[in-house]
């Protein structure tokens, strides 16, 4: 129902910066929350930074005062900052969104949706 489509990953040396964009379209009443996480093949998948109506924006330790979350709510679109990059960063990132969708004239649903992954490599 919605979709998500990331950009911005790439190849990147140490200490450099990357942006990485998800933009979400579809039937969207209301976005609630956007939020990045990351994946290393064969560990969990872990929590980086989000921006949550809710309970404000939150960022994982490892990124704080190097990463920056940000949303442009028109254009239905969240990126990430990414400064002073670090091969400790190398993963493949995803975007989330949560909120409600359309379904009929006066009815709207919840939904949560992934972002495809791009990934990010940080060469040392």
């Known amino acids: 129902q919605v979709d998500l489509v990331e950009s911005g990953g790439g190849l990147v040396p140490t200490g450099g910066s990357l942006r990485l964009s998800c933009a979400a379209s579809?039937?969207?009443?209301?976005?609630?929350?956007m939020g990045w996480y990351r994946q290393i093949p064969g560990k969990p998948r872990e929590l980086v930074a989000r921006?949550?109506?809710?309970?404000?924006?939150y960022y994982a330790d490892s990124v704080k005062g190097r990463f920056t979350i940000s949303r442009d709510n028109a254009k239905n679109t969240v990126y990430l900052q990414m400064n002073s990059l670090r091969p400790e960063d190398t993963a493949a990132y995803y975007c989330?969104?949560?909120?409600?969708?359309?379904?009929?004239?006066?009815?709207?649903?919840?939904?949560?949706?992934w972002g495809q992954g791009t990934l990010v490599t940080v060469s040392s």
């Open positions: 989330k969104v949560t909120g409600w969708i359309i379904v009929g004239e006066n009815r709207q649903r919840n939904f949560e949706s």
């Open positions: 579809g039937s969207i009443h209301k976005i609630d929350s």
């Open positions: 921006d949550s109506s809710y309970t404000g924006i």
